[in-house]
């Protein structure tokens, strides 16, 4: 048998072939299977071919995400092309060594990694190109290159998906990759202003598709995990309480009309959850919501659960408010799969204390409720979230070094 590298994916498989035919790569391979390489590649881009033709000790192809991720770090790229970037992206670069990145603004790439490149590039002066057609994978350092099936991702180099790629230390294979890298900036995007819209635009998509579980498997959404891994910057998050003693009352024809496909469902059996607030707050379509019980005092309830509430719409005047104040609708709409939230609170005991404790503390005012200052409003409590959501995250890591 003999292993085969197909250069637009660089999947590794096996084909029947005579054991004579060993030795044009190296890798780790049975003693019963060679190894070939098939290029299957662009007409654009046949000079491709020149890069795997070297032999012996200058080439290597790798499986093993663990090489690979080591491979990626030794190499120190200083110019990228790859399709995806998921969330850890610049887990697995040295940002202040790189000069040049393109990436595909589609589907498989996390939004909000999008967002945290653009804002990496700006702080550390390097150049980003949107190129939406890119599918290749290119790793470029100064002596070394790596072309790898890997996006950019945990999934490409933590071992979530399977993975190839060679790693080449010839001089001159370094010098064509970099030509090769030259082709793929083309008709990008590199003007900031666009590249936001374009991630906005992606964002919304984005998320639709995650709702309906319609992500590539490729895609760089983040993995479950605790506040300690979550990024401020990337979905919004609030704070947000309600009554315990209300029920929303919904505004069922407001509601029909602006979302048809509801059809004959009764709307508060349609949605997962709904939350009322005041019209023209604040909160946005795919904001999350840590929901928590108020008592009377405005104080957390201990003994009540919080939860998410992901704002998949938004529907003006989708409630009805006694006093007319908190009369627009925020719900979650159903899914097809599992939708995972910026961190895990409902089933981590520590993050419900912590966050119990500290809004109980009234050290954050604008997110408790008074009735002596008339409707609550997400914009007035902007500054003590941020400030809250930094806190909790401190509180935490305390927690968790005590043991």
């Keep these: 048998m003999s292993c085969f590298v197909d250069w637009r994916r660089l999947w590794l498989s096996c084909i029947p072939l005579p054991a ?9 391979c049975p003693p019963s299977v060679s190894l070939v390489v098939r290029l299957v590649i662009s007409p654009e881009c046949r000079n491709i071919k020149k890069l795997l033709a070297n032999k012996g000790n200058a080439t290597m192809v790798m499986t093993d995400y663990h090489e690979l991720c ?49 804002k990496a590039a700006d702080q550390h002066d390097f150049v980003v190109y949107f190129q939406r057609d890119l599918h290749a994978k290119l790793f470029i350092g100064n002596e070394a290159c790596l072309i790898s099936s ?15 790629g060679v790693h080449l230390q010839d001089a001159d294979a370094v010098q064509q990759a970099r030509a090769v890298f030259e082709t793929f900036k083309a008709s990008s995007v590199t003007d900031r202003e666009q590249q936001r819209t374009m991630v906005n635009e992606l964002v919304e998509m984005w998320q639709q598709a995650r709702r309906q579980g319609l992500l590539p498997n490729e895609d760089g959404d983040r993995p479950k995990g605790t506040i300690l891994d979550w990024k401020p910057g990337e979905e919004r998050v ?32 349609y949605f997962e959850l709904y939350t009322t607030l005041v019209e023209d707050d604040d909160v946005r379509k795919g904001d999350w919501l ?52 910026p961190f895990e609170i409902e089933n981590d005991a520590k993050a419900q204390r912590l966050i119990k404790q500290l809004l109980a503390s009234r050290s954050y005012p604008e997110l408790l409720w008074s009735e002596d200052r008339g ?21 935490y890591l305390d927690e968790v070094a005590r043991g």
């Design 290 to 341: 840590i929901v928590w019980v108020a008592k009377a005092d405005g104080t957390p309830h201990l003994g009540r659960s919080l939860y998410w509430l992901r704002v998949d719409t938004l529907v003006r005047h989708g409630a009805v408010d006694c006093d007319e104040s908190y009369t627009q609708l925020a719900a979650t709409l159903p899914s097809s799969g599992r939708v995972t939230p």
């Design 238 to 269: 609030w704070l947000a309480w309600v009554d315990a003693e209300e029920e929303p009352i919904l505004n069922e024809a407001r509601i029909r009309q602006s979302l048809p496909e509801i059809g004959h469902h009764q709307p508060a059996d």
């Design 70 to 118: 080591s491979t990626l770090e030794k190499i120190v790229p200083t110019h990228v092309a790859v399709a995806y970037l998921g969330h850890g992206w610049d887990e697995y670069l040295n940002v202040k060594a790189l000069e040049e990145i393109v990436v595909s603004p589609t589907l498989g790439s996390y939004p909000y990694a999008l967002r945290d490149l653009l």
């Design 150 to 164: 890997s996006n950019l991702s945990r999934n490409g180099f933590s071992g979530g998906l399977r993975e190839a």
């Design 20 to 28: 004579a035919s060993c030795g044009v790569l190296s890798c780790q």
């Design 375 to 395: 409707p609550w409003r997400f914009k007035d409590a902007v500054e003590d979230n941020q400030r809250f959501l930094m806190d909790l995250q401190q509180a």
